[in-house]
């Protein structure tokens, strides 16, 4: 058995890591909380990964005001847009199976016509819709399928832009839906239990998409922020469960309801968990989620706009002097960061249930102060 005493060396090097570690993490949370008081956050978590591991992950505020309830690490988000890359992530698996191609023309995969109006001849492939530049918008909606559907809806020609498939790019919750869709046509599961079954479980996460699978007491409170009143607002629809449209739901098309553009819910914990496997080109502790070609794919750029992949952007202005790779997201209130370093083998996400969402270069200023905090103190 090693012992230490003050004369070993190892006690002396023990000693200096554990009061480093603990002296960096109070600095962090002085910091965050005053970022926090500076942007009127209600409640914040977040988590830090370096060389591979989880090395911090601290909650902060309120998960509920009205209760006065603190937020805790467990606690979970609907996480918004950072769920695109769970849809496009499930859309590689498939992908890898042979199932279908990027390059397939999406009109036969969703069982519509998907044809810019202007631009007839011009395919709109997979890959297109994976990455925003399918020149499709969401100026009808996005929650159902009738709204790009020639047989549903009279105006779906207004679904699409006027530049040309594949030249443009303009960010899309539709997109999304209908990948979602796809996933199940191409499965013969429904979305949420695909994502359950072959991203979540496989890597030991407690999240998805269908809020009724989930314990509703860990689901953290959004607060939609009003800048003329300086208040904020519960968005309960943010955990709508949305029984009756499930009940009488067509796999291969009801897909939407489940939200697969933004309807994830996790903690930030285990969302560090998910990004360190995508960091990791495809797998995490030893689980090989999707393969490092397509990882690969999903992290290269396809549109220099913002720096969009298939669900995975690369920014350069986040962390001074670092080239990233990650998602945003943001509704009901909520704003969430999910960003790492593939060389360099770090990440940090970051999440807020309601704060005063001002924005520098296209980031929300709280999220991006607190990433820069996380990374002064606990990384570099």
Excluded at 120 to 127: A, C, D, G
Excluded at 300 to 322: C, F, H, M, W
Excluded at 363 to 379: G, H
Aim: aromatic share 12%; net charge neutral.
């Amino acid at each position: 058995m090693l012992r230490f005493n003050r004369h070993n060396p190892l006690y002396i090097v023990f000693l200096l890591i554990f009061f480093s570690i603990g002296a960096s993490a109070q600095i962090v949370e002085h910091e965050i909380q005053a970022i926090m008081k500076k942007y009127d956050a209600i409640g914040l978590s977040v988590a830090v990964v370096k060389d591979n591991k989880i090395v911090y992950t601290h909650a902060f505020g309120l998960k509920n005001t009205e209760s006065q309830t603190p937020m805790t690490e467990t606690d979970v988000f609907r996480i918004a847009s950072i769920s695109k890359s769970f849809s496009a992530t499930a859309m590689m698996q498939l992908v890898e199976q042979g199932k279908l191609s990027l390059s397939d023309d999406f009109s036969d995969l969703v069982g519509f016509k998907v044809r810019n109006p202007a631009y007839p001849e011009t395919v709109i492939t997979l890959k297109m819709v994976l990455s925003h530049t399918s020149s499709i918008n969401d100026s009808q909606g996005y929650f159902n399928l009738d709204v790009i559907n020639p047989a549903k809806n009279p105006d779906w020609a207004k679904c699409y832009n006027k530049y040309q498939p594949g030249k443009g790019y303009e960010y899309c919750n539709l997109n999304f839906n209908m990948v979602g869709t796809i996933i199940e046509k191409e499965s013969g599961e429904r979305f949420d239990q695909y994502v359950k079954h072959h991203i979540l479980d496989p890597l030991g996460l407690y999240g998805g998409y269908c809020v009724d699978s989930l314990d509703s007491t860990r689901f953290v409170t959004l607060y939609e922020y009003d800048a003329a009143t300086k208040s904020f607002t519960a968005s309960p629809t943010a955990y709508a469960p949305r029984r009756e449209e499930i009940k009488n739901y067509v796999m291969g098309y009801s897909t939407p309801i489940f939200s697969p553009t933004g309807g994830m819910k996790i903690s930030a914990p285990d969302l560090a968990k998910y990004m360190t496997m995508h960091m990791n080109m495809g797998k995490y502790d030893g689980v090989h989620v999707i393969s490092k070609k397509s990882a690969k794919i999903m992290q290269t750029q396809v549109s220099t706009e913002d720096g969009y992949g298939l669900a995975i952007r690369s920014v350069d202005n986040l962390i001074p002097g670092k080239s990233l790779k990650g998602h945003t997201g943001s509704a009901y209130g909520l704003y969430s960061s999910m960003f790492f370093h593939p060389k360099e083998k770090f990440g940090i996400v970051v999440i807020t249930n309601g704060a005063n969402p001002v924005e520098s270069n296209g980031f929300v200023n709280l999220t991006a102060e607190v990433i820069n905090s996380l990374y002064k103190n606990l990384i570099k």
